[in-house]
Nanobody, 118 residues
Framework: QVHAVESGGGLVQAGGSLRLSCSASASTFRFFSLGWFRQVPGKDREFVAGLTWTGMTSYADFVKGRFAISRDNSKNTAYLQMNSLKPEDTAVYYC????????????WGQGTQVTVYT
């Protein structure tokens, strides 16, 4: 299985920005479609953003216009740029990947905490 380390989370004031990184172990990283998910204690993980290996992006409605997913295949790294952060964005953020669109995403790391305060 793929292992990864998410980083870049932290404490930020509402309206601020953070950039999350996900450094992955997959030797064929460039062929994985990527996803970012988030989870609040007591709730299910929810989809935030996706990026196929061909470059197609998708976003949850609640982050459209604020977040952007990207990747650097030379570094085996996925990114999530988060702007105009809101308190309701507070969650643990996880990176994930899949090789086939028929499959569910596999969660690759332990997550990184994002806390947005007013």
């Amino acid at each position: 299985q793929v292992h990864a380390v998410e980083s870049g989370g932290g404490l930020v004031q509402a309206g601020g920005s953070l950039r999350l990184s996900c450094s992955a172990s997959a030797s064929t990283f460039r062929f994985f479609s990527l996803g970012w998910f988030r989870q609040v204690p007591g709730k299910d993980r929810e989809f935030v953003a996706g990026l196929t290996w061909t470059g197609m992006t998708s976003y949850a409605d609640f982050v459209k216009g604020r977040f952007a997913i990207s990747r650097d295949n030379s570094k085996n790294t996925a990114y999530l740029q988060m702007n105009s952060l809101k308190p309701e964005d507070t969650a643990v953020y996880y990176c994930a990947g899949r090789r086939n669109s028929r499959d569910d995403f596999d969660y690759w790391g332990q997550g990184t905490q994002v806390t947005v305060y007013t």
